[in-house]
């Protein structure tokens, strides 16, 4: 079946603008998850989604930063006034809570580069 | 605070030489351990877990918990071994992770 798909692959912006990144995880799955993938910082997580519950956003790094998920599907984390700092991969991934193996499946990342 | 520490950048072996990617963490609690691994040009992806205690492509990683250690061992690398290995950490019943820095590993041939 299908997998984790994100949207853009790639986008360059310029500084201050505001840009979108969207997720679509696998059907079903009821647990997705953004994080960032920087030189010198390795693998952040960013924000966390389960079901109905409030979403986990302890490792948004500024609130300039923020995500929805609607209808408990598609996620977009939306970055305002960006900076040179938020160049990154951004992953998406998604899960089945209650499936034993809790294992996340990733997307191919958005590649963010801000000029 | 949970931490994930791989102190290897960079890791290079031959092939059919044996590997072992260290991975040391901190957490207050059980936590779930995974190994996982992103080849060239794909996606990140699960490689283990330490709950399935199974072998994965060769490889095993036991859980130590008097070290807080959970390193990566195959006893003969190929070279498709070669990629990007991180250690994670997530608290039970499935939560966000908690990566280490990853590390590099070349097989050469």
């Known amino acids: 079946g299908a997998g984790v798909s994100q949207s853009p692959s790639n986008k360059v912006t310029e500084k201050g603008k505001d840009v979108e990144l969207r997720c679509d995880p696998i059907?079903?799955?009821?647990?997705l998850y953004w994080y960032r993938q920087s030189l010198g910082q390795g693998l952040e997580f960013l924000i966390y989604f389960q079901g109905n519950s409030a979403p986990d956003k302890s490792g948004l790094p500024s609130d300039r930063f923020s995500a929805e998920r609607t209808g408990g599907s598609v996620s977009t984390l939306t970055i305002q006034r960006t900076q040179q700092e938020d160049s990154a991969v951004y992953l998406c991934?998604?899960?089945?809570?209650?499936?034993?193996?809790?294992?996340?499946?990733f997307g191919p990342g958005t590649r963010l580069t801000v000029t | 605070a949970q931490r994930v520490t791989q102190p290897e950048k960079l890791l290079s072996v031959f092939k059919g030489a044996p590997v072992e990617l260290k991975c040391n963490y901190s957490?207050?609690?059980?936590?779930?351990l995974f190994w996982y691994v992103q080849y060239s040009r794909q996606r990140l992806q699960l490689l283990l877990r330490?709950?399935s205690r199974e072998s994965i492509k060769g490889f095993t990683a036991d859980l130590n918990k008097g070290e807080t250690s959970f390193h990566l061992k195959k006893p003969f690398a190929q070279e498709e071994d070669s990629a990007m290995y991180y250690c994670?950490?997530?608290?039970?019943?499935?939560?966000?992770?908690?990566f280490g820095e990853g590390t590099q590993l070349t097989v050469n041939p």
């Open positions: 957490y207050s609690g059980s936590p779930e």
């Open positions: 994670a950490l997530s608290g039970l019943g499935g939560s966000r992770l908690t």
């Open positions: 991934a998604s899960s089945l809570i209650g499936d034993v193996t809790y294992e996340q499946y």
């Open positions: 330490h709950i």
């Open positions: 059907s079903g799955h009821t647990a």
